[in-house]
């Protein structure tokens, strides 16, 4: 594995599991899509341009993510709470679908950018979804559900991807 | 109707008149034209003038599918339309080499009757109507209205049935409707008095009907005359009993005749024959509910159904006589040829020609209706 | 009956008495029209959404009473088999024999109990009716005469296709159907009411309602002229084809009143039964029938000769231009060939239909591998214009772990070693991945070796998908696997490729697949991570999916290129980004044959054109 991609993946998981506020918690996730979305807008050069389109939509999700999370830091009511302390969760490094994290190489293809980003989303949403359930009832919890939530609907939008291209030839 | 033919020619010197009826004429069938020479109140000679309902059904049909043709031949004779579909069925099936299963055989005899009986009715009326007589038309025309709304029960349509399909039938009779034609039998049955008091055994129409028209034996078999006009001449032909189709074989009925061949006997028989119609529907009704089955055999798809070479010629009696089709397929999706050998053009042509010799003018409507033919049928 | 002589005078009183008639209550009929019988034969409606405006009410129709008015707001949708073409009444022509009725493939159209209708003036447009579900005056009268049983005209069964039973089958790649004989292919064909739809479904639009009718009317030589007009794979489609046609065929339609089954014409068996007694020579001749007769003088080069490939060079050159086909394999065909096992396909007969390809005067070069033997440069500076149809020849892996493995296989790989005659180790027991036809081919084939070598088949295939829900292989696929032996386990997920300490592979293991897609019908497999199975192999296959080996393009032209989600951006005429290269096929459309050869069609016809435009210039 590179080093980046090491940085932008495990060390976060590690990091996240120190925090304590919700401050804290929110400024890892800002700083986990932010390396997410640089790592992919890094390899944009590097992949093959018939897969492109792959690496470039991520790209742009996870900067959707990292202005949508970062927006929600900045929001009035999250503000009230910044300060509050959560229990966090124990890292889990299950992923579904049995697919497994790979070292992405120089020339990555379209099936291990995928396997690989099927894998980051699932941890993301089991490490949200942890948080929301170890928060108190309110707008804390709402905020974390939200989170996993997203990363949940991202993770289905990547499923579909991943069969349509290696089941069953290419997208009709 | 040609200009010329609106005003009375006298001829020369003699005393001799050329007049015509029709094609428009409250005293002719449908459109149908006779011309006549008078002397005086009698006739010298009639010309018959067909023509007016030509609308070349036997050239029509060599230019349809064989399914196609099934919308076409009832057209052919408006007043018994059911034996036209049932003897075209008939002779493709013939060709084909199927037959139509035991429930649909039934069924068509069942048509067949229904429609006789409608056909007498309406000519009871009609002949009545000759002779002055208005109330047994209305009945005659009131009754057989009876008798369509059994056709439009089971068949869904009133006078064109379409309801014949070769092989078979096109659909199983509807819940409830043998009880429907028991009720109506009955009915029909209690007219009889009726009828025979206004009408049969009325002095009036008696004395006009008797001695009027009369064909022998002779001529009439000389002349091609069949069905119930040859019958009243006293000869006991039918072929339902003659030549058996669909299952009149296991029928109890009579063939009426009468001896002296005039317009009395001839409607005399077609009394008597209506109330056969009767016997035999009654036993459709008992009979058909134990024969199951189906009521169509498959055919292939009609709009690629190319019927093997061959002909045949099939033929049944219906109310006017004996109705054929004589039809020959070379293999095609559409009959090379078929030809309607239907009873009324003998009778309104030459038998018309041949009875309106030395009678009275004011009985030659009498003596057609009495013939009973059918000018859409003469004319095809 | 009462008897009434001849002789009787009859009487001058009788007629008095029934002047009891005076004393009975007149009948009155009521002015408004009495209600028709239940199966009465009025007016017609027409269901808009059963009627797929097949146009077989028109064509029985014995007065020409029907025509068939288009209506835009309907959607069209040729592979489902469904036109905007809808049924308008003459009521001037309409004899109301209900013969459209019985004949109408859906039970759309029928006869209600309404029966009257009157109009003034300027009104007669007014019997000229388009009938709606409601009725002509929106008055919903009820039903009369409606299809039954009896009464359906069409004749919706199938002849049934002989086969080669299972034990005679297993051990050997013979071809498995037997084809028609004359006399059900010409029954088969006269089921057909010549509707079009199955035209309008096929991606290269074959004239099949002609050639159907060719072959009912036992012109065979006619037939394959019809077939030749649009598909120079017939023969190859006559076996393999994924009959979108009969997917459309108005025959497969079953109306709700009474008829309750019916199949759709066997339009790929009739192809194929033409296709199997014209003699080669014959059909050479009608292949070449439209030929130019001037050359052109301009070259094109096709990479891979498959079907789309090889259509593209059938039309160049019947169009003058001059045709080099280059094939890195030793024979053509592409997945037809090195994809489809025998017993689908028997290879002679995709040799005719290359043959006959080549006889008009495409020239194939065989093994000749582009990007290797001769460069992308190199072919563009040769000729004016390029295709490249390489095919899906790729197969995917699903990764799990274990499956590096050497005895753990792609069934793309398999399936072209096979009729190469290249020998592998035949395994006595196998696992198959995946759950599509390629699958099904690839367990196929094996058991057949295995049958041949040791006797007896030692298959299982594992499948994401639940069988008879959402299956990818076809039916008569699994139903043929089935009978042959072959062990299939529908809804389990690959987990890993068991390896012993010897790192030899022991077998695969699998995992229960609860729901693989979600509500929104979007892939999102949930698994029970508690039904786990183990299941023994020697080896493991991998049939998921295939992709373009797009090597051959070379990175600078792969870079000039534009994309579109993974695959190579191509207009609606096959043309891409760069000017000179077309490409067509399974690499732009995803595997079907029939596909690859309507692309081939619309690649030469846009080749064509700008050749000639090249020329002018």
């Known amino acids: 594995m ?104 120089d020339k990555p293809d379209d099936q291990s950018i995928l396997q690989y980003a099927l894998a980051r989303e699932d941890a993301a949403m089991k490490q949200y979804q942890e948080l929301a359930d170890n928060a108190p009832e309110g707008e804390l919890k709402d905020t974390f559900q939200f989170l996993a939530f997203e990363e949940a609907e991202h993770k289905l939008e990547l499923e579909k991807k991943y069969y349509e291209i290696i089941h069953s030839g290419g997208p009709q | 109707m040609r200009p010329e033919n609106y005003q009375a020619v006298q001829l020369g010197d003699s005393n001799e008149y050329e007049i015509f009826i029709g ?89 067949l009757e229904l429609s006789r009986v409608a056909a007498h009715l309406f000519t009871f009326g009609g002949h009545a109507a000759t002779t002055g007589m208005y109330t047994p038309m209305f009945w005659g025309v009131a009754d057989r209205d009876l008798v369509l709304d059994l056709f439009e029960e089971f068949t869904g349509g009133r006078v064109y049935s379409i309801y014949n399909i070769p092989g078979g039938v096109r659909r199983e009779l509807p819940d409830g409707f043998l009880q429907k034609l028991s009720h109506l039998l009955d009915y029909l049955e209690s007219r009889q008095n009726d009828y025979d008091n206004l009408l049969f055994t009325n002095q009036v129409f008696v004395k006009r009907a008797k001695n009027t028209g009369t064909l022998s034996k002779k001529d009439a078999l000389e002349l091609g005359v069949t069905g119930p006009n040859l019958r009243a001449c006293g000869l006991e032909f039918d072929i339902r009993k003659n030549d058996p189709y669909l299952v009149y074989d296991e029928l109890d009925f009579e063939i009426p005749t009468q001896q002296h061949g005039d317009a009395y006997s001839r409607i005399l028989v077609r009394r008597d024959e209506l109330f056969q119609s009767i016997k035999i529907l009654r036993q459709v009704i008992e009979k058909l509910p134990s024969i199951d089955g189906p009521i169509r055999t498959t055919i292939p798809n009609p709009l690629s159904w190319n019927v093997k070479t061959g002909e045949a010629y099939a033929r049944v009696e219906s109310s006017k006589g004996e109705l054929a089709y004589y039809v020959v397929s070379n293999g095609k999706d559409k009959p090379y040829r078929v030809h309607v050998r239907g009873p009324s053009s003998m009778h309104a042509v030459q038998t018309l020609e041949h009875l309106a010799k030395g009678a009275r003018l004011e009985d030659v409507a009498q003596i057609m209706f009495s013939l009973d033919a059918c000018p859409p049928e003469v004319d095809r | 009956m009462k008897k009434i002589e001849y002789k009787d005078k009859g009487s001058i009183l009788n007629p008095l008495k029934n002047l009891q008639f005076f004393a009975r209550k007149p009948i009155t009929e009521k002015l408004q029209p009495r209600p028709a019988s239940a199966s009465y034969r009025g007016f017609h409606i027409n269901d808009m959404d059963k009627c797929i405006g097949c146009s077989s009410c028109q064509k029985i129709c014995d007065n020409a009473a029907i025509t068939m008015v288009e209506v835009p707001s309907i959607a069209e949708d040729a592979s489902k088999g469904i036109r905007n073409l809808r049924p308008a009444i003459d009521y001037g022509r309409c004899c109301w024999c209900a013969l459209c009725v019985d004949i109408c493939p859906t039970s759309a159209i029928e006869l209600s109990r309404e029966y009257v209708h009157t109009c003034d003036g300027d009104e007669t447009d007014s019997y000229f009716v388009f009938p709606q579900e409601s009725g002509i005056h929106g008055l919903n009268f009820e039903k009369g005469w409606t299809k039954t049983k009896d009464s359906d005209l069409l004749d919706r069964e199938r002849r049934p296709m002989q086969e080669m039973k299972p034990e005679d089958r297993i051990d050997n790649f013979d071809e498995i159907v037997d084809g028609f004989t004359m006399e059900m292919a010409v029954e088969e064909a006269s ?80 192809k194929r039964f ?44 019947k169009k003058g231009h001059q045709v080099t086909v280059y094939e890195a394999q030793p024979k053509g065909g592409g997945m037809t ?146 009978e042959e032996d072959i062990t299939i386990l529908d809804a389990r997920g690959p987990v890993q490729c068991v390896i012993d300490k010897k790192g030899k592979l022991t077998g695969l293991e699998t995992v229960k697949v609860v729901s693989i897609f979600d509500d929104k019908g979007r892939f999102a497999p949930k698994y029970d991570d508690s039904d786990k199975q183990f299941h023994e192999a020697e080896m493991v296959v991998e049939a998921i999916g295939q992709m373009a080996d797009i090597s051959v393009l070379g990175e600078e032209l792969t870079e000039e290129l534009e994309w579109n989600r993974g695959r190579i951006q191509v207009d609606e005429n096959g043309s891409t980004s760069v000017e000179w290269l077309w490409s067509a096929g399974d690499m732009v459309n995803g595997p079907d044959v029939i596909h690859a050869v309507a692309d081939g069609h619309r690649v030469a016809t846009d080749i064509d054109k700008y050749l000639r435009k090249e020329k002018k210039s």
Not at chain 3, 244 to 260: F, M, N, P, Q, T
Not at chain 3, 427 to 434: E, F, L, M, N, Y
């Open chain 3, 337 to 482: 060939r090195y994809g489809i096992p025998n017993y689908r396909l028997p290879e002679d007969r995709l040799d005719q239909d290359i043959e006959v390809i080549q006889s008009v005067g495409v020239d194939i070069q065989y093994n000749v591998r582009i990007g290797k033997d001769i460069t992308m440069q190199q072919l563009q500076k040769d000729n004016d214009a390029v295709v490249l149809a390489i095919g899906l020849q790729n197969g995917r892996s699903t990764r799990i772990p274990g499956s590096e493995n050497k005895n753990v296989k792609k069934a793309v790989d398999l399936l072209r070693m096979i009729p190469k005659g290249e020998e592998f180790e035949v395994p006595k027991s196998a696992v198959i991945i995946g759950g599509g036809n390629v699958a099904m081919d690839i367990a196929r084939s094996l058991a057949r070796l295995q049958k041949q070598k040791f006797g007896k088949v030692g298959i299982t295939v594992s499948a994401l998908e639940t069988l008879g829900k959402n299956f990818l292989a076809d039916d008569e696929e699994v139903k043929e696997s089935k």
């Open chain 3, 274 to 317: 033409a296709m199997d007694h014209v003699p080669k020579t014959k059909i050479k001749q009608i292949a070449k029938k439209g030929k130019a007769t001037k050359k052109s003088g301009q070259r094109v080069a096709i990479i891979g000769a498959g079907p789309a490939g090889l259509t593209t060079a059938f039309d160049l050159v």
């Open chain 3, 191 to 270: 089921r057909c009411v010549d509707c079009g739809l199955c035209e309008d479904a096929c991606p290269a639009h074959m004239h099949a309602p002609n050639y159907i009718r060719s072959i009912y009317e036992g012109n065979l030589e006619q037939a394959v002229e019809w077939m030749y007009e649009t598909n120079p794979f017939s023969h190859v489609c006559g076996r393999v084809c994924t009959h979108i046609c009969e997917s459309a065929c108005s025959l497969g339609r079953v109306g709700e009143d009474g008829v309750k089954t019916s199949q759709p014409i066997a339009i790929r068996w009739l």
């Open chain 2, 23 to 111: 094609p428009n004429h409250p005293g002719i069938e449908g459109n149908y034209a006779f011309r006549l020479l008078l002397d005086g109140d009698t006739i010298v000679k009639g010309t018959a003038d067909a023509g007016y309902l030509h609308r070349g059904f036997e050239k029509l049909m060599e230019g349809r599918l064989w399914i196609q043709n099934l919308a076409l031949v009832p057209r052919i004779c408006v007043p018994d339309p059911a034996p036209m579909e049932v003897v075209y069925s008939m002779a493709v099936e013939e060709i084909m080499g199927i037959e139509a299963p035991r429930r649909a055989q039934w069924i068509r005899v069942m048509q």
């Open chain 1, 2 to 105: 590179s080093e980046k991609h090491k940085e932008g993946h495990s060390k976060s998981y590690k990091k996240l599991q120190g925090m304590k506020t919700l401050e804290e918690i929110l400024d890892v996730a800002i700083s986990f899509e932010k390396t997410a979305r640089d790592f992919y807008s890094g390899m944009i050069p590097k992949v093959s341009k018939n897969i492109r389109y792959l690496v470039e939509e991520l790209a742009e999700e996870e900067q959707e993510h990292f202005d949508l999370f970062s927006s929600l830091k900045d929001s009035p009511n999250v503000k009230k709470q910044l300060k509050k302390r959560i229990k966090t969760p124990t890292e889990d490094h299950k992923f579904s679908d049995f697919v497994q994290l790979l070292d992405l190489g």
